[in-house]
């Protein structure tokens, strides 16, 4: 073999060498590119999407929609039927666009619980003045959860009656909405809110012995909480959730994972928020709980002040949407992180301060700069 030839060898296994370490460095980033869980990227609708909408949301790259189904709204006399057929429309839709659903559970009739004004708005807004946790509130609660379960999971009577759709029965089932927060529940009670997570979730199991429960989104940090009313009008997620554990013997075993709404006026405030919220469960030998980051969302509104640290305006939005996803994306797997639904999919004035600006689509569904850089995190089409 000549020299020239030898050289010639040599330099292709030189070449073939470079090319596997090239091929495996490929693989390893597609890897840890496809490493989220599935479901991962999800939206909060405020309304009712149109099947077109809901259509377009699926096409860029949304896996999953997180809805309430309101006890009040399905049973609202005591002695009357449940009536789903507004939860049903919104399932048809949902499960059309092959979309998973994750509902929250809340809500409670006055019937079951007194309504009473929000203390500090001025007698315009009401909440439940306690949640339905103990006599026969909670067994009407209780009985809710089981036919929720028994009409949207696994074998379920919703998907029975509409063999036209491809079953997506629900698995998971959250707990409430911000219990640490006044709008919610009149008098946040950490202890009170144990007792309902261990009912929900025994509800849900009589029904779907493989069924999940996770908590409620809590409010990450309310600046209400930093007052001395009492009762609390409000809890930091994290004061909550330790006090939770503490004041309810037992729950640690009756729900599946957490869920934080981290809203916060710079999206660089998330890892302190989230590390806290983690140091939580480690303090109380419950650090394998995953998590969901059930709201998260900027307004694309311009600030009207100084204390209006949720408006960034449209480019803001974006920048802030961007920063926060990549974030949450980066430390998936450290933070045990499930899902990251955005609130909102379009615009809703009224609703609360910054929904007439939370949206991935301004009024008309026209998209924004966030619903693009939405788009390419969640490797869809626009």
Known sequence: MSKATMRRGAAMRAWMATMVVALLGMAIFAGAAQALPSNFWGVVPQATPSDDQFQRLQRGGVKSVRIPIEWGGVQPTKAGAFNWSGVD??????????????????????????????????????????????????????????????????????WAENPALVPRPVRTWQVWNEPN?????????????????????????????????????????????LAKFKPPRAYFATDFLQQMYEKTPGVKTKFNGVSLHPYTG????????????????????????????????????????RN?????????????????????KTNQRKWKLQRVYWFSVDDQAGTCNFCDGSGLFAEGFVPKKSWFAFVKFAGGTP
């Open 89 to 158: 429309g919104m399932f048809k839709r949902i499960a059309t666009a092959n979309l998973e659903v994750l509902p929250f559970l809340t809500g409670a009739p006055p019937w079951a619980v007194p309504s009473v004004f929000v203390p500090g708005t001025g007698k315009t807004a009401k909440a439940p003045s306690h949640l339905p946790a103990a006599g026969a509130a909670a067994g009407a609660w209780s009985n809710f959860v089981k036919q929720a379960v028994a009409r949207y999971g696994p074998n379920g009577a919703f």
């Open 181 to 225: 927060f006044k709008y919610f529940i009149a008098k946040p009670n950490p202890a009170e809110y144990g007792r309902l997570v261990k009912l929900t979730y025994t509800a849900v199991k009589s029904v779907d012995p493989a069924g999940r429960t996770i908590l409620a989104g809590l409010f990450g940090e309310p600046s209400e909480a």
């Open 266 to 305: 710079q999206y660089q405030r998330l890892r302190p928020q989230i590390e806290d919220f983690r140091e939580v469960l480690k303090a109380n030998k419950d650090a394998g709980k995953q998590l969901w980051i059930t709201e998260l969302s900027w307004s694309s509104k311009p600030p009207a002040d």
């Open 308 to 328: 209006d640290v949720l408006a960034k305006g449209l480019n803001g939005q974006a920048t802030q949407l961007k920063g926060a996803f990549a974030m949450l």
